[in-house]
Protein backbone atom coordinates (compact mmCIF):
# COMPACT_ATOMS: atom_id res chain seq x y z
CA UNK A 1 0.00 0.00 0.00
CA UNK A 2 0.79 3.70 0.04
CA UNK A 3 3.66 4.88 2.38
CA UNK A 4 4.65 8.17 3.36
CA UNK A 5 8.44 7.99 5.08
CA UNK A 6 9.35 10.88 6.83
CA UNK A 7 12.87 11.56 8.21
CA UNK A 8 14.42 11.96 10.54
CA UNK A 9 12.75 11.06 13.40
CA UNK A 10 14.13 13.16 15.84
CA UNK A 11 16.19 16.18 15.68
CA UNK A 12 17.91 18.31 18.46
CA UNK A 13 18.82 21.79 17.76
CA UNK A 14 20.09 24.51 19.88
CA UNK A 15 17.42 27.62 19.94
CA UNK A 16 18.27 29.88 17.03
CA UNK A 17 19.15 26.88 14.70
CA UNK A 18 17.36 25.63 11.65
CA UNK A 19 15.25 22.72 11.50
CA UNK A 20 14.39 20.66 8.95
CA UNK A 21 11.68 18.04 8.19
CA UNK A 22 11.21 15.54 5.21
CA UNK A 23 8.65 13.83 3.51
CA UNK A 24 8.69 10.78 0.98
CA UNK A 25 5.76 9.30 -0.92
CA UNK A 26 5.86 6.12 -2.54
CA UNK A 27 3.12 7.35 -4.86
CA UNK A 28 1.71 10.96 -6.52
CA UNK A 29 -0.12 13.27 -4.16
CA UNK A 30 -2.90 15.18 -4.62
CA UNK A 31 -1.80 17.44 -1.96
CA UNK A 32 -0.11 17.06 1.51
CA UNK A 33 -0.87 18.90 4.88
CA UNK A 34 1.21 19.36 7.40
CA UNK A 35 0.45 19.31 11.12
CA UNK A 36 2.35 20.37 14.20
CA UNK A 37 1.47 18.45 17.92
CA UNK A 38 2.66 20.33 20.93
CA UNK A 39 3.54 18.00 23.92
CA UNK A 40 0.10 16.61 25.04
CA UNK A 41 -1.54 18.27 22.89
CA UNK A 42 -3.50 17.28 19.38
CA UNK A 43 -2.34 17.47 15.60
CA UNK A 44 -2.88 20.98 14.30
CA UNK A 45 -2.89 22.04 10.56
CA UNK A 46 -0.35 24.05 9.84
CA UNK A 47 -0.94 24.02 6.03
CA UNK A 48 -2.12 22.50 2.83
CA UNK A 49 0.42 22.37 -0.48
CA UNK A 50 -1.47 21.37 -3.84
CA UNK A 51 0.80 22.23 -6.74
CA UNK A 52 3.54 20.69 -7.91
CA UNK A 53 6.51 22.83 -7.03
CA UNK A 54 4.61 24.83 -4.81
CA UNK A 55 6.23 26.71 -1.81
CA UNK A 56 4.55 28.25 1.26
CA UNK A 57 5.89 30.55 3.96
CA UNK A 58 4.16 31.25 7.61
CA UNK A 59 6.57 33.88 9.12
CA UNK A 60 9.81 31.15 9.66
CA UNK A 61 8.13 28.50 8.33
CA UNK A 62 8.96 27.40 4.52
CA UNK A 63 6.53 24.15 3.15
CA UNK A 64 7.38 23.00 -0.02
CA UNK A 65 5.97 20.88 -2.07
CA UNK A 66 7.68 18.40 -5.00
CA UNK A 67 7.79 18.68 -8.75
CA UNK A 68 6.61 15.20 -8.99
CA UNK A 69 4.23 15.41 -6.46
CA UNK A 70 6.06 12.72 -4.12
CA UNK A 71 7.89 14.44 -1.74
CA UNK A 72 7.71 17.61 0.87
CA UNK A 73 9.84 19.62 3.12
CA UNK A 74 9.33 21.42 6.22
CA UNK A 75 11.70 24.19 7.07
CA UNK A 76 12.13 26.30 10.17
CA UNK A 77 14.38 29.41 10.37
CA UNK A 78 15.81 30.44 13.78
CA UNK A 79 13.97 28.15 15.78
CA UNK A 80 12.65 29.24 18.91
CA UNK A 81 11.02 27.24 22.08
CA UNK A 82 7.26 27.29 20.87
CA UNK A 83 8.65 25.49 17.57
CA UNK A 84 8.71 22.58 20.02
CA UNK A 85 6.79 19.51 19.11
CA UNK A 86 6.24 17.01 16.96
CA UNK A 87 5.77 17.81 12.91
CA UNK A 88 3.65 15.56 10.82
CA UNK A 89 2.81 15.37 7.28
CA UNK A 90 -0.13 13.40 5.74
CA UNK A 91 -1.35 12.85 2.30
CA UNK A 92 -4.77 11.55 0.43
CA UNK A 93 -4.31 8.21 -0.62
CA UNK A 94 -7.03 6.76 -3.61
CA UNK A 95 -9.11 5.16 -0.85
CA UNK A 96 -10.17 8.34 0.86
CA UNK A 97 -7.65 7.54 3.90
CA UNK A 98 -4.76 9.88 4.82
CA UNK A 99 -1.36 8.57 5.01
CA UNK A 100 0.67 9.82 7.87
CA UNK A 101 4.34 9.94 8.00
CA UNK A 102 5.79 9.02 11.36
CA UNK A 103 6.74 12.58 12.41
CA UNK A 104 9.40 14.52 13.10
CA UNK A 105 9.76 15.15 17.05
CA UNK A 106 12.29 18.52 17.80
CA UNK A 107 13.33 19.35 20.47
CA UNK A 108 14.97 22.58 21.47
CA UNK A 109 18.58 21.85 23.37
CA UNK A 110 18.74 23.90 26.86
CA UNK B 1 -17.14 27.51 18.21
CA UNK B 2 -16.41 25.22 16.05
CA UNK B 3 -14.62 21.96 17.65
CA UNK B 4 -14.61 18.03 17.77
CA UNK B 5 -15.15 16.68 21.34
CA UNK B 6 -14.14 13.54 23.00
CA UNK B 7 -14.96 11.64 26.03
CA UNK B 8 -13.48 10.91 28.68
CA UNK B 9 -10.57 12.10 28.07
CA UNK B 10 -8.83 9.67 30.43
CA UNK B 11 -10.05 6.10 30.99
CA UNK B 12 -8.67 3.35 32.89
CA UNK B 13 -10.11 0.23 32.47
CA UNK B 14 -9.54 -3.75 32.85
CA UNK B 15 -9.08 -6.22 30.24
CA UNK B 16 -12.67 -7.21 28.49
CA UNK B 17 -14.67 -4.76 29.91
CA UNK B 18 -16.62 -3.38 26.90
CA UNK B 19 -16.05 0.88 26.76
CA UNK B 20 -17.07 3.61 24.33
CA UNK B 21 -15.09 6.69 23.55
CA UNK B 22 -17.73 9.35 21.95
CA UNK B 23 -16.98 12.03 19.10
CA UNK B 24 -18.91 14.45 18.25
CA UNK B 25 -18.21 17.15 16.04
CA UNK B 26 -20.11 20.44 15.39
CA UNK B 27 -19.09 21.87 11.36
CA UNK B 28 -21.35 19.21 9.57
CA UNK B 29 -18.32 17.52 8.24
CA UNK B 30 -18.92 14.64 6.10
CA UNK B 31 -15.79 12.80 7.32
CA UNK B 32 -14.73 11.47 10.68
CA UNK B 33 -12.39 8.96 11.82
CA UNK B 34 -10.37 7.66 14.22
CA UNK B 35 -6.95 7.53 15.04
CA UNK B 36 -4.23 5.93 17.91
CA UNK B 37 -1.29 7.18 18.58
CA UNK B 38 1.87 5.16 19.91
CA UNK B 39 5.32 6.44 20.64
CA UNK B 40 7.38 5.49 17.23
CA UNK B 41 4.61 4.72 15.17
CA UNK B 42 2.51 8.39 14.45
CA UNK B 43 -0.42 8.00 13.63
CA UNK B 44 -2.51 5.24 12.86
CA UNK B 45 -6.33 5.35 11.54
CA UNK B 46 -8.34 3.01 13.00
CA UNK B 47 -11.91 3.71 10.95
CA UNK B 48 -12.76 6.46 8.81
CA UNK B 49 -16.11 6.98 7.81
CA UNK B 50 -17.20 9.31 4.61
CA UNK B 51 -20.45 9.74 5.95
CA UNK B 52 -23.60 8.85 7.66
CA UNK B 53 -24.26 5.13 7.59
CA UNK B 54 -21.03 4.67 5.78
CA UNK B 55 -17.87 3.05 8.01
CA UNK B 56 -14.67 1.90 6.21
CA UNK B 57 -12.02 -0.15 8.21
CA UNK B 58 -8.32 2.02 8.49
CA UNK B 59 -4.90 0.34 8.88
CA UNK B 60 -5.49 -1.18 12.45
CA UNK B 61 -9.55 -2.17 13.03
CA UNK B 62 -9.05 -5.41 14.83
CA UNK B 63 -10.76 -5.15 18.24
CA UNK B 64 -12.44 -2.11 17.67
CA UNK B 65 -16.16 -1.29 15.95
CA UNK B 66 -17.32 1.86 15.32
CA UNK B 67 -20.71 3.66 13.78
CA UNK B 68 -22.19 6.92 12.33
CA UNK B 69 -25.96 7.13 12.84
CA UNK B 70 -25.75 10.50 12.55
CA UNK B 71 -23.54 13.16 10.86
CA UNK B 72 -22.20 14.32 13.87
CA UNK B 73 -21.28 12.00 15.99
CA UNK B 74 -18.51 8.80 15.92
CA UNK B 75 -18.33 6.51 18.61
CA UNK B 76 -15.46 4.38 19.13
CA UNK B 77 -16.30 0.88 20.67
CA UNK B 78 -13.73 -1.86 22.37
CA UNK B 79 -15.96 -4.42 23.02
CA UNK B 80 -13.35 -6.58 24.40
CA UNK B 81 -10.46 -4.19 25.35
CA UNK B 82 -6.71 -5.60 25.89
CA UNK B 83 -3.98 -4.22 27.23
CA UNK B 84 -2.44 -3.94 23.37
CA UNK B 85 -5.27 -1.61 22.78
CA UNK B 86 -3.45 0.92 25.78
CA UNK B 87 -2.97 4.18 23.23
CA UNK B 88 -3.56 7.87 23.19
CA UNK B 89 -6.85 8.53 20.90
CA UNK B 90 -8.06 10.88 18.82
CA UNK B 91 -11.13 11.65 17.17
CA UNK B 92 -11.32 13.22 13.63
CA UNK B 93 -13.14 15.06 10.88
CA UNK B 94 -12.67 16.86 7.41
CA UNK B 95 -15.50 18.89 5.41
CA UNK B 96 -14.46 16.97 2.34
CA UNK B 97 -14.83 13.10 1.49
CA UNK B 98 -11.74 13.18 -0.96
CA UNK B 99 -9.85 14.75 1.86
CA UNK B 100 -8.85 18.31 -0.22
CA UNK B 101 -9.52 19.90 3.32
CA UNK B 102 -8.13 20.08 6.52
CA UNK B 103 -8.62 17.43 9.22
CA UNK B 104 -9.93 18.67 12.86
CA UNK B 105 -8.82 16.88 15.26
CA UNK B 106 -10.33 15.95 18.90
CA UNK B 107 -8.10 16.32 22.12
CA UNK B 108 -7.89 12.75 22.50
CA UNK B 109 -8.26 10.06 24.87
CA UNK B 110 -5.80 8.34 26.57
CA UNK B 111 -6.66 4.87 27.87
CA UNK B 112 -4.75 2.42 29.59
CA UNK B 113 -6.00 -1.17 29.67
CA UNK B 114 -5.10 -3.24 32.80
Known amino acids: GQQVMQIPQYQHVQEGEDFTTYCNSS?????IQWYKQRPGGHPVFLIQ???SGEVKKQKRLTFQFGEAKKNSSLHITATQTTDVGTYFC??????????WGAGTKLIIKP | EAQVTQNPRYLITVTGKKLTVTCSQN?????MSWYRQDPGLGLRQIYY???????DKGDVPEGYKVSRKEKRNFPLILESPSPNQTSLYFC?????????????FGPGTRLLVL
Open chain 2, 27 to 31: MNHEY
Open chain 2, 92 to 104: ASSPRQDLQETQY
Open chain 1, 27 to 31: TTLSN
Open chain 2, 49 to 55: SMNVEVT
Open chain 1, 90 to 99: AGPDSNYQLI
Open chain 1, 49 to 51: LVK
